[in-house]
C-alpha cells in the first residue's frame, strides 16, 4: 500500500535533514577550533544528499514482495546521505603570536566555516524536516481514516 | 444475482487507490526537495483514472491475457514510469532540482482532502450496500 511507503520516505528524509542539522552544529562548534597549521584545521562540511528508492531506503531488500505488492518503486524516491563534502574556502590565518598554537611565523589557522551560511543551513534544514513530519502526520490521518472503512 | 462490486462502488475505489498513490509521489518531492538535480514528478490523474476505469486514454498497458470469461484479468496496478510526468519548474535552481516546496506542500494537502471525498463517497457506498443486505 503506497500510504505504507510515506512512512518510508519521509523518515528517510527526515534521517538526511537530521544529519544535515548535525553537520550545521559540529560546523558551528568548530568556527573557532584554531589549529597551528594549515593541515589539522578543521574544515565545514556538508552532507550530499541524493534520492533513493524507498525500500531501499528503509533497508527493505524485497523488490519482488514490493512489485507484488503492486506498487512500482521508481515511483517513490527516499532521501539518502550519499557522502561528506568538505568546503573547499579558504582557510582564515591570523596573526596571533601569544597563541600557544601559532607557528614560527605568528600566524593560526581558524576554519573555512561561515557562520551566517551555516544558520541559514540549519533554518533551511529544520524547515524541511518540518515539512516531512507534516507530510507524515497527514499521512498517518489519512491511513486512520481508510482502516474505518465500512465502520 | 450477484452482487458487482465494481458496478456498486463505481469510479471510486479506484480513485481512493490513485489518490494513495499520488500522495505517496508527492511525498518523495517533498522529502527531495533539498537533493540535487531531483526532478519533481507527478501524475495527470484524470487520465489515469479514465485509463483504470477502461474509458478509452492510450491503452497500453500490461494486462494478463485471459482466454476464458471466468479468468481474472490482472490489470497492473502501480504507477508505471511513462505515466509519471515532470513537474515544470516556475523557477530555476542552479542544483538542478525542480521541487518547489509550497506547490508540493499544497498539492499534498490537496491530495489528502480529495482522498477525504473519495474515502466518504466509497463508504456511502458501503453503508448503502449494507442497508440493502439488511433489507431495513
Given amino acids: 500500500m503506497s500510504l505504507m511507503s510515506i512512512f518510508d520516505i519521509s523518515g528517510s528524509a527526515m534521517s538526511a535533514q537530521t544529519i544535515r542539522l548535525n553537520t550545521t552544529a559540529s560546523n558551528m562548534a568548530n568556527a573557532n577550533s584554531a589549529a597551528g597549521n594549515a593541515d589539522d584545521v578543521y574544515r565545514a562540511r556538508y552532507p550530499v544528499f541524493s534520492s533513493v528508492q524507498a525500500?531501499?531506503?528503509?533497508?527493505?531488500?524485497?523488490?519482488?514482495?514490493?512489485?507484488?505488492?503492486?506498487?512500482?518503486?521508481?515511483?517513490?524516491?527516499?532521501?539518502?546521505?550519499?557522502?561528506?563534502?568538505?568546503?573547499?574556502?579558504?582557510?582564515?590565518?591570523?596573526?596571533?603570536?601569544?597563541?600557544?598554537?601559532?607557528?614560527e611565523d605568528g600566524y593560526v589557522f581558524y576554519p573555512n566555516v561561515n557562520v551566517v551560511e551555516e544558520m541559514t543551513n540549519m533554518i533551511s534544514s529544520s524547515r524541511s524536516f518540518q515539512a516531512n513530519v507534516d507530510v507524515m502526520d497527514a499521512a498517518k490521518t489519512m491511513m486512520q481514516r481508510v482502516l474505518s472503512l465500512g465502520q | 444475482m450477484a452482487i458487482s462490486f465494481s458496478n456498486a462502488l463505481g469510479v471510486h475505489e479506484q480513485a481512493l487507490l490513485l489518490r494513495d498513490q499520488r500522495s505517496s509521489?508527492?511525498?518523495?518531492?517533498?522529502?527531495?526537495?533539498?537533493?540535487?538535480?531531483?526532478?519533481?514528478?507527478?501524475?495527470?490523474?484524470?487520465?489515469?483514472?479514465?485509463?483504470?476505469?477502461?474509458?478509452?486514454?492510450?491503452?497500453?498497458?500490461?494486462?494478463?491475457?485471459?482466454?476464458?470469461?471466468?479468468?481474472?484479468?490482472?490489470?497492473?496496478?502501480?504507477?508505471s514510469d511513462d505515466m509519471l510526468l515532470y513537474r515544470t519548474p516556475l523557477q530555476p535552481?542552479?542544483?538542478?532540482?525542480?521541487?518547489?516546496?509550497?506547490?508540493?506542500?499544497?498539492?499534498?494537502?490537496?491530495?489528502?482532502?480529495?482522498?477525504?471525498?473519495?474515502?466518504?463517497?466509497?463508504?456511502?457506498?458501503?453503508?448503502?450496500?449494507?442497508?440493502?443486505?439488511?433489507g431495513e
Fill in chain 2, 93 to 134: 535552481s542552479l542544483d538542478g532540482n525542480t521541487v518547489d516546496e509550497q506547490l508540493e506542500n499544497a498539492a499534498f494537502a490537496r491530495n489528502a482532502l480529495e482522498h477525504q471525498a473519495s474515502f466518504q463517497f466509497l463508504n456511502g457506498k458501503f453503508t448503502g450496500l449494507i442497508k440493502a443486505l439488511r
Fill in chain 2, 25 to 79: 509521489i508527492i511525498a518523495s518531492n517533498i522529502a527531495n526537495s533539498d537533493t540535487p538535480g531531483y526532478k519533481a514528478r507527478d501524475f495527470d490523474f484524470a487520465a489515469v483514472l479514465q485509463q483504470r476505469m477502461g474509458m478509452g486514454g492510450d491503452s497500453n498497458t500490461l494486462e494478463l491475457a485471459t482466454s476464458s470469461e471466468r479468468h481474472i484479468g490482472a490489470a497492473e496496478q502501480g504507477i
Fill in chain 1, 55 to 103: 525500500a531501499v531506503a528503509a533497508n527493505n531488500s524485497d523488490p519482488f514482495a514490493m512489485s507484488m505488492d503492486g506498487m512500482m518503486p521508481a515511483s517513490e524516491q527516499g532521501v539518502k546521505v550519499m557522502g561528506m563534502m568538505e568546503s573547499e574556502a579558504p582557510l582564515q590565518p591570523r596573526y596571533e603570536p601569544e597563541h600557544p598554537l601559532a607557528d
